[in-house]
């Protein structure tokens, strides 16, 4: 039996989804200066659909929302976790988390994980805006009681007493929509222009198909704005959710939450190293 199979059945799936609210847009200055937050589409209109189809599918996912979202939208929060998602943290508002300075990033942390905490979710996990992070964040998510991050990379592992769950960026909704991801995409091979939600599905069955051969972990990544766009955008996620509903119930993979793969992860003697990505969307520094 390999290294792989003692914990972690040979492959292992979990659908994430990113950003919540009005925090990137704020973050990257989309946002009307002066307006007040809350009734966003992404959680009033977008999220009780998502939250829905992953219902129906008997799907439970992971969603990275900022720590912002705990004061303006507590109660979509807390739905989540009482629907058997699991809640993890994405930044304060959506902070390329690699340019932060070390008083930032400690300040900013600190910050997130309270105003969860103070709303009665206790963050396991940590995906950084940009896919990239710090020479520090290790120290301080665990600091913060964090047992796991999911930063850009190839191949899962743990490191300095985290597990590492890495997404791909072809497996991220935002690189076929958003005009922002055009210089990965050329580095990926691919067209800089968007490339649609046709080209997503694709390429995202075609990943579930090949990692029942390949095994260990795959990270799917959504956001519930992008979702919300156009109807084909968000018939193409549930096709591809189906699609793991599928694969599941015919036993080629397991699908989990992120903080039930570093549980796994974690309770492997024998697990390596992470492969990961520093290539990433955010602007330098």
Known sequence: MGKRDHHIP?????VTFDNLGEAAEVQLGLSEPGRSRGGHF???EVLPRVLDLLADLRIRSTFFVEGVNAETYPDALCGIAEA????AAHAWCHE??????VVSERRLLARTTA??????????GFRPPGGVLTGRSADLLREHGYSYHSPAGRREGVSEG??????????????????????LRRRHG???????????????????????????HLALLFHPFLAG????????????????????GQGRCRVCRMDEAADALLSNAEAGAPELDSSTWAPAG
């Open 10 to 14: 040979r492959a292992s799936v979990s």
């Open 42 to 44: 992404s959680v009033v």
């Open 84 to 87: 058997g998602h699991e809640v």
């Open 96 to 101: 390329p988390w690699a340019g932060l300075d």
């Open 115 to 124: 105003a969860m905490k103070q709303i009665g979710i206790e963050p396991r």
């Open 162 to 183: 985290l597990a590492v769950l890495p997404f791909r960026w072809p497996l991220v909704d935002a690189y076929y929509y958003m005009p922002q991801f055009g210089e």
């Open 190 to 216: 691919d067209d800089p222009d968007p490339l649609g939600p046709g080209r997503m599905r694709q390429a995202m069955l075609a990943a579930l198909g090949a990692h029942e051969q390949s095994g260990g």
């Open 229 to 248: 766009m156009s109807e084909d955008g968000f018939a193409a996620m549930g096709d591809v959710l189906e699609r793991l509903r599928e694969t599941r």
